[in-house]
């Protein structure tokens, strides 16, 4: 099962989609991808400390996100 770890209030921001059985990463976005998708309101960040770690409809947000950037 992939969990969200979002740090977005960093200097240099950034969301990861982690293996929550094993920590391990499976994907990142930062910079320019990252603001992107919270400027066109696809990704709400009050939503981010409101729900689950592991929301589906946040997970497959990143996913579609990383998968347009391919």
Do not use: F, Y
Request: glycine share 4%.
């Amino acid at each position: 099962m992939l969990c969200i770890d979002a740090w977005l209030e960093r200097k240099d921001p950034q969301l990861r989609l982690l293996n929550s059985d094993t920590g391990r990463e499976h994907c990142r976005l930062s910079g320019e991808s990252l603001e992107e998708l919270i400027s066109s309101g696809e990704l709400d960040p009050a939503e981010l400390s409101t729900r689950p770690l592991n929301d589906p409809d946040i997970i497959a947000t990143v996913l579609r996100s990383q998968w347009r950037q391919q």
